[in-house]
């Protein structure tokens, strides 16, 4: 019986064909990995790691305000169990993402909600509704960036009541 992990049999298999990423792909727990990946080679990784180790299921993207930069985790899963949560960041001023909806078309959603939420920029998403902002939500405020602050939202009191919060 082997001592090798499955999680060390993908982390070795990631950093072979992609040795840029040595000392980047980390073993969290059981069944659990993370890998950071630069914004120029998060594209062919991500496609790699779909087409040739099994990483079927989009669980999800996550996207946070890292201050000075944007990040995007995309949470992949194997039939297994195996999770694979590859990270990237991208610059705030021009934060651009390739579309992932060429391999999980319901990644649609996800991608629609770094934009509305974070003002990403989705390169190769189709047209579509926004999502999950309304359509009369204004240009460039962006609620989850953390220098964001919400419009004045007193407005005038309603006719015939004392409170305004009524």
Sequence with gaps: MSDITQEQVIQTELTAAYPCLQDKVRIQRARRLYAAVSKERIGEVFAFVVRNMDFSMLCAITGLDEGETLGAIYHLARPDGMVLNLSTSVPKDRPMLRSVTVFFPAADAYE???????????????????????????????????????????GPQREGSENPDV
């Design 112 to 154: 629609r909600e770094l934009i509305d939420l974070l003002g990403f920029q989705v390169e190769g998403l189709g047209p579509g509704p926004r999502y999950p902002l309304p359509d009369n939500w204004p240009a460039g405020q962006y609620p989850l960036r953390k220098d964001w602050t919400a419009p004045d939202q007193a």
